[in-house]
């Protein structure tokens, strides 16, 4: 090969876990450190003219937002270049390139775009910006496919600086990346550098740059990256360990210090805030070739087991694996849950008759039920009440286990516990098991399907003419998961968004049941009151 070239892709890989919401100080810090390391190519961020910023953010609303953000001062040798995705910007309101721009622009784009993209380079080009051809899944193109976009891109776009193999549901294994590089690097004009862009859903990035740069070739190769991995879900290649890598085999000079400062600094805290790294949901949506997203939708609800999110990633319709469809994946949640329907006339008049005339105390597993379990065991003891547990794990004494999840399902069963669950959850009957039909007492607002214990049990508790409600651990959600449940076990981490939105939903839920002329008192303190 004639050269290697690393291209740190932290600000705009890196940005589609915290939604780019880095702030002018953390931007600055990034970009110093990527600097100071020696990169080659620095990835600014993308370009966006819908949801792109003016500033804080590393989605901007066009090229001369970056420049005025970060580019007051280019450091010579290196190449800035954003990404836009095709569709999402129009290129001729891109002014042309200067010295103080960014020097070029990654388009990304699927295959149903592949003749689009010739004119929209062209005009890049003719703009004085270096052109980087992006076709993301690469694996999902068939060698003529394939074939059929190089010949393109060979005879209409020979002055491009670069064409890439992008692994975007990080799903490629070594013989893909055999197989792409052989037909690439043979059919692509010898002039142009080949890249490669990887996820690190199969924890393969690694081995498969390695790959490359063992590949035996006469082009100039680029490979990309992110400080610590940083990038959607599973993440990407760690920038650190290539520059190490190179270092020592390939005659490299990258300076690894400043990214360790920069981790120490400023990527670690975004990490714990913002969760990115291997999980099995990751492995399941590559062995599944669909994006991450739904993995992280379906998994993200912390209901079914991690095999029967593995089953509904395999019912993804071959047409929506690409990009995310936010309705589809409801309306596949829902049809799969409501698939296991069974009839809970007879439970729900039997549950009536138990609550008639009794106040009903809920205990979800919010932390402050550690705190407050004296005031809890003794309002448990009341005649006049009974109690249910919802999703709960602690040594509480209460006279019903209501459970959405399989795992509390089982241990509660296998226990003697009385329990309610809901028929995605079990079908059939064990021990002291009372099931509802899933489809009757789900809540379905603003596209999303609520389907949790509280929201399940308080329309049970509805409809069975409850009018006085307990509630206790509802204390609602936070961004720092260690403050959310008194079950370690049941952590999950969770977004800024995802918070605001769960918070907001629950508040509204419940003010919705006491309008309803339902009395409800939070016997522990709450966001949602």
Known sequence: MNSIKVLDVTLRDGGCVNDFNFGQVYMEQILAAQEASGVDVIEMGYIDEVKGSTSGRTQYLNEQVITECLLKHKKPGVTYVAMMDYGKFNVDNLKPCTKNSIDGLRVAFHKKNMHDIIPLGRKIIEKGYKLFIQPMITLRYTDAELLELIDLVNKELPDASGFYIVDSFGEMRPNDMNRALNLVDHNLIPSMLLGFHSHNNLQMSYSNACAMLQFPTNRDLMLDSS???????????????????????????????????????????????????????????????????????????????????????????????????????????????????????????????????????????????????????????????????????????????????????????????????????????????????YKNWIEISDGRTHDSSSVITLNLLKACGVKDILLAGFDGFMVNINENYSDPNLRRPVSVEQVERRNAYYKRFIGEVAASGVKITFVTPSKYE
């Not at 291997?278 to 609800?301: G, I, V, W």
């Not at 089982?410 to 064990?430: C, E, L, M, P, Y």
């Open 227 to 437: 400080i610590m991995g940083m990038g959607k879900g599973a993440g990407n290649l760690n920038t650190e360990l290539l520059l190490e890598h190179l270092n020592l085999f390939y005659g490299k000079n990258y300076k690894i210090s400043p990214l360790l400062e920069v981790i120490d600094k400023v990527i670690n805290q975004l990490h714990s805030e913002f969760y990115w790294g291997y999980a099995p949901e990751y492995y399941l949506s590559s062995a599944n070739h669909c994006t991450p997203s739904y993995a992280s939708h379906f998994y993200n609800k912390h209901m079914l087991p991690i095999d029967q999110v593995g089953e509904l990633l395999s019912m993804i319709d071959e047409s929506k694996k690409i990009s995310f469809d936010k309705n589809y994946a409801e309306e596949l949640w829902r049809s799969y849950n409501e698939s296991k329907q069974v009839d809970d006339s007879s439970v729900v008049f039997e549950l009536k008759t138990v609550f008639a005339g009794k106040r009903v105390l809920l205990v979800a597993p919010g932390k402050s039920i550690a705190s407050y379990k004296e005031k809890i065991d003794e309002i448990i003891k009341e005649e006049d009440i009974v109690s249910i547990g919802l999703n709960l794990t602690d040594s509480f004494d209460v006279d019903y286990m209501m459970t959405t999840r399989q795992d509390v399902y089982d241990s509660s069963v296998a226990v003697g516990k009385k329990v309610i669950t809901t028929s995605n959850v079990s079908k059939g009957a064990r021990g002291k098991v009372k099931i509802l039909n």
